[in-house]
């Protein structure tokens, strides 16, 4: 039986998804100012514990 699609990774998730690299990017830069306009409590993805 092949493994599952999801196979998760923090650093994955951080270097593809984090904040820091959707502000580093044009591109990344307009989701977070349309998720601000859209008033989300969260912009990006937050490591979780």
Do not use: C, D, W
């Amino acid at each position: 039986m092949p493994k599952r699609t999801y196979q998760p990774s923090q650093k994955k998730r951080m270097t593809t998804h984090g904040f820091l690299v959707r502000s580093a990017k044009k591109a990344g830069a307009r989701i977070l100012r349309n998720r601000r306009r859209k008033g989300r409590a969260e912009l990006a993805v937050k490591k979780s514990r």
